[in-house]
């Protein structure tokens, strides 16, 4: 585990100066590496780690030669001793596998001196502090053993990421009376608030200093990191569930014993996460965090331009507001400070919550801010220990489930397997009726139910959806298929509908790219318009950077000559150049649904001059089909967004054709000529007119 500055493309490794290197002038064929000034010159840095406007700390702190000096020779000597340890095939997978809780502590120090993310003096004293541990870890883990996975109070540990390989870290507050294989303990998530240079140097030195804000009996306590500050969404998302399961794994607790909770941008992860993957958590509480982006963010104040009809219908994928009708299957109870402007959002989740004719617990701190009242916050932690140590019923009476995407589409014993209409609201409502299970589904082609024999619940033997009555399978799931307006059983889910369809994992928009495991293809051919190459550099550049700014993490790059099919078979490509420069793009141009050659482009709308006009857009990889190819975009909310986590949403659906001739800014990659979504088996739907 090496943490020098460098960009991994294919096998080769390339050690850098500066912060991103263009990938496109050290490959093309006849051009020669940029100096160090010219490669930043077309990166865009965002103020502080979090991309957002700098924080009331204000920039980093200059760190002397010497220190800087001795942090860099130990990073540099931990990080080779690690990676020869890792590498080590005498030692144990096991204890192989726990290096990654010495390499979040060397990134955590690395990453700083890198990229100059010192933010307080006293950060130096931090460095030297996880430096020292994480050496103590290493010498530990040398001799065969590794105490810290069995220590008890403030505890800091990482994992690897499948998204990027990079490894993030996450604290942990274990209870003194816990005890390996230990019985009756729970794990409660706390997701934190915004902190734009909360660096991962920043979070390790709070966790390994203050347990937080909650730490109940007989309760592992969870700190994610959630990637920074991106309000746990995309990656953010995906770090929470990663670190949720290497904590379950690791720690023996059952994946039903898990709840949910966060204060400020860590509520409004609470509400997204809680209303979205109602099913994951044993009850959940919300704290002073936004739930939607219009009302919140003031979208359509005064002299403002309304957003495009498909960022609003983009809003469906983090609108908590959407989704409440969900919160009927587990408990919820929200905290707000009866001064603070954020009890908007808890009022919106309330009036959301009554139209479902669902109620929404609501403690009221009075005479206070965005803070937790003293009184009020005993309240809430007693009440909230009474729903969290109940065992959630797996195989419920009643359950309820709303959704507006596949990736949200599981509760309990109702999985819904495809949609009729992506982003429209999709409803599922199931009963037990003695030995039937009644159900009732709108804008769902596909769905699956559980046999409750799992629940000891033998004696139902059939369902009935909407109104048509079917033998359920004796063990398992048993899948239904609607065809021509009537539901039929299927041997497998979603048989009977065209294989090109969309799915959970494989349904855009873009954005959807960066919830998994993605890497860069860069081109090594020439490209047929000089302007296009210009402008995909520029933009490649600006993702990396982004990526690193946003996410923490490094993206992965590969040479287009150097992509396999087993590498496509595990990794979204992010193919950037045309067809004449990138080799993978021109082998799938062809079972894409657009036209584009060096002077024609047809993509919905637009039909004629390719000249300053490039598609952007996700689709299924003709070569892999479990996988996307997206064409030419990073994440589609640019660092102009990043002033609040509540426009931190999609700004771009399935594809869009932008004209490269309007110059890229904070908010766009150029002026969008049209856009779209695909239909849910991908077929072309149309643009602006929808």
């Known amino acids: 585990m090496d943490f020098t500055p460098r960009l991994h493309v294919g096998r080769t490794l390339l050690v850098l100066s500066g912060l991103v290197l263009s990938p496109f002038l050290i490959f093309a064929q006849s051009a020669t590496a940029p100096s160090q000034g010219e490669a930043k010159k077309g990166a865009v840095a965002p103020a502080g780690p979090g991309g957002g406007a700098p ?3 204000g920039l980093p702190v200059k760190v002397s030669d010497a220190d800087r000096e001795r942090l860099t020779a130990s990073v540099e000597s931990l990080s080779a001793a690690l990676a020869a340890f890792e590498k080590d095939g005498s030692v144990s997978q096991e204890l192989r596998a726990l290096g990654v809780d010495v390499g979040v502590l060397v990134k955590a120090v690395a990453w700083p001196l890198r990229y100059n993310e010192f933010y307080d003096a006293k950060q130096v004293t931090g460095a030297e502090s996880l430096l020292k ?6 010498d530990a883990l040398k001799a065969g053993k590794a105490p810290w996975t069995t220590s008890t109070g403030l505890v800091v ?8 390989d990079s490894v993030q870290p996450y604290g942990l507050v274990i209870p003194e009376d816990w005890k390996p294989g230990a019985d009756g303990f729970r794990v409660d998530v706390w997701l934190h608030g915004r902190g734009d240079q909360m660096t991962e140097l920043a979070f390790l030195q709070g966790r390994m200093k203050s347990p937080g804000e909650f730490t109940p009996p007989k309760t592992i306590v969870l700190h994610p990191y959630g990637r920074l500050c991106n309000a746990y969404k995309f990656a953010g998302e995906t770090d929470v569930f990663e670190a949720v399961d290497a904590v379950v794994k690791g720690y023996g607790v059952g994946a039903d014993r898990v709840t949910l909770r966060g204060f400020s941008m860590g509520g409004a992860g609470s509400w997204h996460l809680g209303a979205r993957h109602t099913g994951r958590w044993a009850a959940i509480a919300p704290g002073a965090g936004f739930a939607e982006t219009a009302e919140y963010a003031k979208v359509f104040g005064e002299g403002r331009i309304p957003p495009n009809w498909w960022e609003q219908t983009l809003w469906r994928m983090y609108d908590a507001t959407g989704y409440v009708g969900n919160l009927f299957n587990r408990p919820v109870i929200a905290y707000s400070g009866a001064d603070d402007p954020q ?31 003293p009184d009020t916050k005993k309240q809430l932690n007693e009440e909230f220990e009474v729903v969290a140590n ?3 019923n797996r195989f419920p009476q009643e359950v309820r489930l709303v959704t507006y995407s596949h990736r949200t589409a599981d509760m309990d014993w109702i999985h819904v397997d495809s949609l009729e209409q992506m982003w429209e609201r999709a409803e599922v409502r199931g009963k037990v009726e003695g030995d039937v299970l009644v159900v009732a589904a709108k804008n769902v082609r596909a769905l699956s139910l559980d046999h409750p024999a799992k629940a000891g619940r033998t004696s139902v033997t059939l369902a009935r959806i909407d109104g048509t009555t079917f033998p359920l399978a004796k063990q398992g799931r048993t899948a239904f298929v609607r065809e021509g307006g009537a539901w039929k059983v299927a041997a497998k889910p979603g048989e009977g509908l065209p294989s090109l369809r969309k799915r959970a994992g494989l349904e855009g928009p873009i954005d959807d790219v960066y919830f998994g495991r993605f890497a860069f293809v860069l081109p090594t051919g020439t490209a047929r318009d000089a302007d296009v190459a210009r402008w995909a550099e520029a933009e490649m550049k600006r993702s990396a950077a ?14 287009d000559t150097e992509v396999t099919p087993e590498f496509a078979a595990r990794h979204h490509l992010v193919l950037w150049g045309d067809p004449g420069s990138n080799k993978v793009l021109a082998r799938v141009l062809g079972k894409l649904p657009v036209k584009w050659t060096g002077s024609e482009l047809e993509l919905g709308s637009v039909k004629g001059s390719a000249t300053a006009r490039v598609p952007v857009m996700v689709y299924p990889n003709p070569e892999a089909p479990e996988r996307y190819v997206l064409v030419n975009s990073g994440f589609t909310f640019r660092e102009g967004l990043s002033i609040t986590n509540a426009l931190q949403v999609p700004r771009l659906p399935d594809w869009a054709v932008i004209d490269i001739s309007v110059p890229a800014d904070n908010h766009w990659p150029g002026q969008v000529v049209d856009a779209g979504f695909f239909g849910s088996d991908w077929q072309v739907t149309g643009g602006w007119t929808k």
Not at 133 to 138: D, F, I, Q, T
Not at 157 to 164: A, I, K, N, T
Not at 347 to 369: S, V
């Open 157 to 164: 540990r990482g994992y690897r990421s499948v998204v990027d």
């Open 546 to 559: 982004d990526w690193r700014a946003i996410f923490r993490g490094d993206v992965i790059m590969v040479r």
């Open 55 to 57: 924080s009331k700390k």
């Open 343 to 373: 009890i908007q959002s808890t009022r919106k989740m309330e009036e959301a919550a009554g139209k479902e004719g669902l109620l929404i617990r609501h403690l009221i701190g009075p005479n206070t801010g965005h803070k937790y009242h």
């Open 390 to 392: 109940r065992v959630p």
């Open 133 to 138: 541990e994480a050496s103590s870890r290493l």
